[in-house]
């Protein structure tokens, strides 16, 4: 697949050392040759220094030959204008990267952009506040994902100490309603067996229906707690969505912003109403105090700067407070902040990278969402008719070592996967799988052409 990729910013970067592992044919243009620079030091790649958005610079690429084209620069307007012109000379999808909420409303499916020639708008600030929304939802859980049209949740959780798990083999939690589908023990992914033993500080990736499973009851066996007030460093984009979409809710909490740019704090307290806006600096314990940070509260840290927020992080960790989320711009950084006791870490980056994979891959293949740091996926797969995984029971398929079935959706019932489970034509599964060798399962739901 030829992709072109137009910025060579933090977003292309991760862009172009993703698709390349693939092995697509990738070209990355920028205007800026320090910024292409690190891209062709390091991957296989094409570039160009030149404008992205100009149709001579374009045409020079052949464009025209690309099937996709991603626009991920940091200025809205250049990546829109960048798609409509390769939409115009013959590019069969393309996508926006498009951040300010005059573009990008909180609401995307009010917009069309079909009309400009783009098939996606990516904004990685409304796709981090929309799991932060979700995490704020499942407190235990350090990231959460929503499969089968919402029927199935996937939920990492961090193994505590006081957790009835710990140091108990998965056969011995006699789980009917989940699957641990992976454990990541010291940065490495284990695939899991019943004679697996879950240790403090795993995290572990369970599978379940979405209803009644929230509170993990049966599994972990933890109270939901009741917060009384949503404290938030940074006033960005990201904050901006995230309130937002917290106000949609029901018996919020009160909800705290703290900013230290007085400007920015004039903007939102007309944009964000109800909120309480507070201009300071949130990496000073002092601030901490004041607000009387504690247990029954979260805390979200999403000032824009890494080193701020993990410090504004640690400074809440020492105020024992029971919901920490920080937002980091590098999945490397990922570990580090589970490390100083954060709950959850988001990376904004690699959300968007899941999102654009989903362009790249066959219409069976209804999502892609990497984990962790990227080095794993969980992906939804529909069974083409005459498909390789329609042919056998699951015991006599030789399915690649790295992948687990987390579950089956047939004729609407969602299955535990079992070795006598024939998969049909239609279903859908429920998958992870380390990245190596995801495009080897994708292989087993498609049909080619040839009978085995």
Same mark, same amino acid.
């Given at each position: 697949?030829?992709?072109?990729?137009?910025? @060579?910013?933090?977003?292309?970067?991760?862009?172009?050392?993703?698709?390349?592992?693939?092995?697509?044919?990738?070209?990355?243009?920028?205007?800026?040759?320090?910024?292409?620079?690190?891209?062709?030091?390091?991957?296989? +790649?094409?570039?160009?220094?030149?404008?992205?958005?100009?149709?001579?610079?374009?045409?020079?690429?052949?464009?025209?030959? @690309?099937?996709?084209?991603?626009?991920?620069?940091?200025?809205?307007?250049?990546?829109?204008?960048?798609?409509?012109?390769?939409? &115009?000379?013959?590019?069969?999808?393309?996508?926006?990267?498009?951040?300010?909420?005059?573009?990008?409303?909180?609401?995307?499916?009010?917009?069309?952009?079909?009309?400009?020639?783009?098939?996606?708008?990516?904004?990685?600030?409304?796709?981090?506040?929309?799991?932060?929304?979700?995490?704020?939802?499942?407190?235990?859980?350090?990231?959460?994902?929503?499969?089968?049209?919402?029927?199935?949740?996937? /939920?990492?959780?961090? +193994?505590?100490?006081? =957790?009835?798990?710990?140091?108990?083999?998965?056969?011995?939690?006699?789980?009917?309603?989940?699957?641990?589908?992976? +454990?990541?023990?010291?940065?490495?992914?284990?695939?899991?067996?019943?004679?697996? &033993?879950?240790?403090?500080?795993?995290?572990?990736?369970?599978?379940?229906?979405?209803?009644?499973?929230?509170?993990?009851?049966?599994?972990?066996?933890?109270?939901?707690?009741?917060?009384?007030?949503?404290?938030?460093?940074?006033?960005?984009?990201?904050?901006?969505?995230?309130?937002?979409?917290?106000?949609?809710?029901?018996?919020?909490?009160?909800?705290?912003? /703290?900013?230290?740019?007085?400007?920015?704090?004039?903007?939102?307290?007309?944009?964000?109403?109800?909120?309480?806006?507070?201009?300071?600096?949130?990496?000073?314990?002092?601030?901490?105090?004041?607000?009387?940070?504690?247990?029954?509260?979260?805390?979200?840290?999403?000032?824009?700067?890494?080193?701020?927020?993990?410090? $504004?992080? =640690?400074?809440?960790?020492?105020?024992?407070?029971?919901?920490?989320?920080?937002?980091?711009?590098?999945?490397?950084?990922?570990?580090? $902040?589970?490390?100083?006791?954060?709950?959850? $870490?988001?990376?904004?980056?690699?959300?968007?990278?899941?999102?654009?994979?989903?362009?790249?891959?066959?219409?069976?293949? /209804?999502? +892609?969402?990497?984990?962790?740091?990227?080095?794993?996926?969980?992906?939804?797969?529909? $069974?083409?008719?005459?498909?390789?995984?329609?042919?056998?029971?699951?015991?006599?398929?030789?399915?690649?070592?790295?992948?687990?079935?987390?579950?089956?959706?047939?004729?609407?019932?969602?299955?535990?996967?079992?070795?006598?489970?024939?998969?049909?034509?239609?279903?859908?599964?429920?998958?992870?799988?380390?990245?190596?060798?995801?495009?080897?399962?994708?292989?087993?739901?498609?049909?080619?052409?040839?009978?085995?």
């Amino acid at each position: 697949m030829k992709i072109v990729i137009i910025g @060579a910013g933090k977003l292309g970067f991760d862009l172009a050392r993703v698709l390349s592992q693939e092995n697509h044919d990738i070209i990355v243009i920028d205007k800026n040759a320090e910024a292409i620079g690190p891209i062709a030091d390091n991957f296989d +790649v094409m570039t160009v220094v030149g404008n992205g958005a100009s149709i001579k610079v374009l045409e020079e690429v052949q464009v025209k030959t @690309a099937d996709i084209l991603l626009a991920v620069t940091n200025n809205d307007e250049l990546n829109i204008i960048a798609c409509m012109f390769a939409k &115009q000379l013959g590019v069969r999808t393309t996508a926006a990267r498009v951040r300010n909420p005059d573009y990008s409303t909180v609401l995307p499916s009010v917009l069309s952009y079909t009309n400009f020639g783009i098939n996606l708008i990516i904004n990685p600030e409304y796709l981090a506040a929309q799991e932060i929304f979700r995490l704020i939802e499942v407190p235990t859980a350090t990231g959460i994902d929503y499969f089968a049209g919402g029927k199935l949740s996937m /939920i990492s959780i961090k +193994v505590a100490e006081d =957790m009835e798990i710990v140091g108990k083999k998965i056969a011995e939690l006699n789980l009917e309603k989940y699957t641990i589908v992976a +454990v990541i023990r010291k940065e490495e992914v284990i695939i899991p067996n019943g004679k697996t &033993q879950l240790l403090q500080n795993d995290k572990i990736y369970v599978l379940g229906k979405t209803a009644g499973f929230h509170n993990l009851n049966g599994l972990i066996k933890l109270k939901k707690p009741k917060f009384k007030q949503i404290v938030i460093a940074g006033g960005g984009l990201i904050t901006h969505y995230l309130v937002s979409l917290l106000q949609t809710k029901k018996n919020l909490p009160e909800i705290k912003i /703290i900013e230290p740019s007085a400007d920015r704090c004039r903007t939102l307290s007309t944009e964000l109403g109800d909120c309480q806006i507070i201009c300071a600096d949130a990496t000073k314990m002092e601030i901490l105090d004041e607000e009387n940070l504690g247990g029954t509260d979260i805390f979200i840290a999403s000032t824009g700067s890494d080193n701020s927020n993990l410090v $504004a992080c =640690m400074l809440a960790k020492k105020k024992e407070v029971g919901e920490i989320i920080c937002e980091v711009s590098r999945e490397d950084y990922i570990n580090l $902040a589970e490390g100083i006791g954060v709950t959850a $870490a988001i990376t904004p980056r690699l959300l968007t990278v899941s999102t654009v994979l989903k362009l790249m891959r066959r219409k069976n293949v /209804i999502s +892609v969402n990497l984990l962790n740091t990227g080095e794993a996926a969980m992906l939804e797969l529909e $069974a083409e008719p005459e498909s390789p995984i329609t042919r056998s029971y699951l015991r006599n398929l030789k399915l690649p070592p790295g992948v687990v079935i987390g579950s089956i959706t047939q004729q609407g019932n969602i299955l535990v996967p079992r070795g006598d489970t024939l998969i049909q034509p239609g279903d859908r599964a429920i998958i992870f799988a380390l990245r190596a060798v995801a495009p080897k399962i994708e292989q087993l739901f498609h049909y080619d052409g040839v009978m085995a």
